[in-house]
């Protein structure tokens, strides 16, 4: 788990969007979803998931 995960995941939680996370964070929308699904992979479950919305937490 990296700082730069964590970042991203919290920025989704917090704005409840990948493309509003990419923003805040100045990045690409698929930087921030690949470090999301590195987390899914080593915590072994979902932290978010995409609602018509947006995205909410688990």
């Given at each position: 788990?990296?700082?730069?995960?964590?970042e991203?995941?919290?920025?989704?939680?917090?704005?409840?969007?990948?493309k509003?996370?990419a923003?805040?964070?100045?990045v690409?929308e698929?930087?921030?979803?690949s470090?999301?699904?590195?987390l899914?992979?080593q915590?072994g479950d979902n932290?978010?998931?995409?609602?018509?919305?947006?995205?909410?937490l688990t």
């Amino acid at each position: 788990m990296t700082l730069t995960q964590l970042e991203a995941f919290v920025l989704v939680a917090r704005l409840g969007s990948v493309k509003a996370a990419a923003r805040s964070l100045g990045v690409s929308e698929p930087a921030v979803s690949s470090a999301l699904a590195s987390l899914r992979t080593q915590l072994g479950d979902n932290l978010v998931e995409r609602t018509a919305t947006g995205m909410a937490l688990t």
